[in-house]
Nanobody, 124 residues
């Protein structure tokens, strides 16, 4: 019943910005930690940013900290990833995922429900 749908990906020039959305249905994000992950061809899926079910705790990969911001809109049951100062190495398929109540580590194995992904390409 829990569903996650990503949107907002696309082609952007280096230094540009994108805002990804993760629309959650079936259950309130109040009860789930939500994570953003990405996977480039030939590379392992990695954690980008995670937010706790309360919204009080966030985590960012070193490679994106200071450039990306995760946020929530409870009324819309949606989690966002604002991506600024994008670099070519940010190019990947971006996924959102959910874990009941709490996350310990922002790693893929800790998250069981996944969206289908949205492509982000950073290129001039």
């Amino acid at each position: 019943q829990l569903q996650l749908v990503e949107s907002g990906g696309g082609l952007v020039q280096p230094g540009g910005s994108l805002r990804l959305s993760c629309a959650v249905s079936g259950f309130s994000i109040d009860y789930y930690a939500i994570g953003w992950f990405r996977q480039a061809p030939g590379k392992e899926r990695e954690g980008v940013s995670c937010i706790s079910s309360s919204g009080s705790s966030t985590n960012y990969a070193d490679s994106v900290e200071g450039r990306f911001t995760i946020s929530r809109d409870i009324a819309k049951n949606t989690v966002y990833l604002q991506m600024n100062s994008l670099k070519p190495e940010d190019t990947a398929v971006y996924y959102c995922a959910a874990r009941p109540l709490r996350f310990r580590l922002c790693v893929p194995l800790d998250f069981g429900s996944w969206g289908q992904g949205t492509q982000v390409t950073v290129s001039s």
